[in-house]
Structures are given as C-alpha cells and as structure tokens.
C-alpha cells in the first residue's frame, strides 16, 4: 500500500516571501499522480498543483511550484511571494495511475499548516 | 466553487440515531469518491462509485454505513447506528476523464 508522509505539521513564513513545505511517499508502483491540495479554514479542499510521475519536468502553476524527485520520492511545494491568502492547511496526495481496481483513489498526507505573518 | 455540492453542511445527531447525507458532483463526471476526514488529518478513502457502479470500498466502511449512487447523478452516504466515533467531516470528490478529484465542501458531523 501507498503510504504519504508530511514531516512538517506546521510552517511559517513572512508575506512576500518563499516557502517550502515537504512531502514524502512510499510506492513500488511507477506510473502515478503526485497532488497539493489546500484547504482554508472551513472552506473548501481545492487543487493548488499537479504533478505527474512520467514528466520529469517539475509542475509550475503561478507562485506555486514543485521539487519533483522520483529516485528519492520526494515531492515539495515551493510557495513564492507569500500572500496572506496563502495561509491554510496543505495537503500532499498519491494517486496511482494504473488500473485494475486502483480506481483512482487519492492517498492523502496528514497535512502542513501554513501560516502567514503580514 | 469547485462545482461539487454537499448537504447538509452540518449535522448533529444523537447516538444511535440514523443520518444521510447528500453528494452532487459535477455533472459530467462520471467517478465520484467519499472520504473522511478527522480533525487535524488527512481524508481518508471510504469508497468509490464509477456510474451508478460501487466499486471499491474501504475497511473503514463498516456494516453501518452504506453508500448508494442511484442513476450516476448524486449520491448519498447513509450511516445507521451512529457512534461517537463517526464524527468527523465527511468528503465527496468527483473526477472526469482528467486525473483530478473535485472536492465539495463536506458535511461536518457531530454525534453527541
């Protein structure tokens, strides 16, 4: 079984600036999705990035980007430009893509806090 | 808004008592998944409806709990019994042809 591992219960960072916040993974498995989500207090689970284990090209959406390390499965999130809408907790997730009776499932991480000082 | 609808919102229930809660995705998304998620955790993967179809379903989903996707459209989750230990959020997803779940806002469960 897949297993999703977030070292860091809670993160820190001063608006404007860059973090990192580490996620970690465990599979035999080759062909997979790799997955930040955020999820604001009392809000809704949204997608912030998505990486695929093929590409070895990290994933870039905005001020968010990946630390994609297969070999050593590795996959950080850098937050740059840190906005006070950035505060929330983030959640890394595994999705194998193969079939069979994987169906898709997400394997979640326990989660990083994400606070932002202005 | 990602589109995924969940009512209610809140519930709070008695011990024993029965409850159901409702799940509309994205309309044209034909998988859609139930998770639970417990204060400070990840969701954890409850089961997964492909159509009208329940495909998979986790160890979590014990003999109380039973879950139903009539015509592909909605879905309801339907715990009888209820425990003190079901309280939690309970998470609906729904995915298209794209490798993304969709996640709804959920329903937050309190059992007193």
């Known amino acids: 079984a897949q297993t999703v591992t977030q070292s860091q219960p809670e993160m820190s960072v001063q608006e404007a600036e860059t973090v990192t916040l580490s996620c970690t993974y465990d599979?035999?498995?080759?062909?997979?999705?790799l997955f930040w989500y955020k999820q604001p207090p009392s809000r809704q689970m949204i997608l912030v990035i998505r990486?695929?284990?093929?590409?070895?090209q990290n994933a870039t959406e905005n001020r968010f980007s990946v630390n994609f390390q297969k070999a050593a499965k590795s996959f950080s999130l850098k937050i740059s430009d840190s906005q006070l809408g950035d505060a929330a907790m983030y959640f890394c997730?595994?999705?194998?893509?193969?079939?069979?009776?994987?169906?898709?499932?997400?394997?979640f991480g326990q989660g990083t806090i994400l606070t932002v000082h202005p | 808004d990602t589109g995924v609808s969940q009512n209610p919102r809140h519930k709070i229930t008695k011990r024993g008592q029965n409850v159901t809660f409702r799940c509309d995705p994205i309309?044209?998304?034909?998988?859609l998944y139930w998770y639970r998620q417990t204060l400070g955790q990840g969701p954890e993967f409850l089961t997964y409806?492909?159509?009208?179809?329940?495909?998979?379903k986790s160890r979590l989903l014990s003999d109380r709990f039973s879950a139903e996707r009539p015509k592909g459209s909605f879905s309801t989750l339907e715990i009888q019994r209820t425990e003190q230990g079901d309280s939690a959020m309970y998470l609906c997803?729904?995915?298209?042809?794209?490798?993304?779940?969709?996640f709804g806002p959920g329903t937050r469960l309190t059992v007193l």
């Open positions: 409806f492909q159509n009208e179809a329940q495909l998979e």
């Open positions: 309309s044209e998304h034909n998988r």
């Open positions: 997730a595994y999705r194998s893509a193969g079939g069979g009776t994987s169906y898709g499932k997400l394997t």
């Open positions: 990486q695929e284990a093929y590409k070895q």
């Open positions: 599979t035999s498995e080759s062909d997979y999705y």
């Open positions: 997803a729904s995915r298209g042809l794209a490798s993304t779940q969709y």
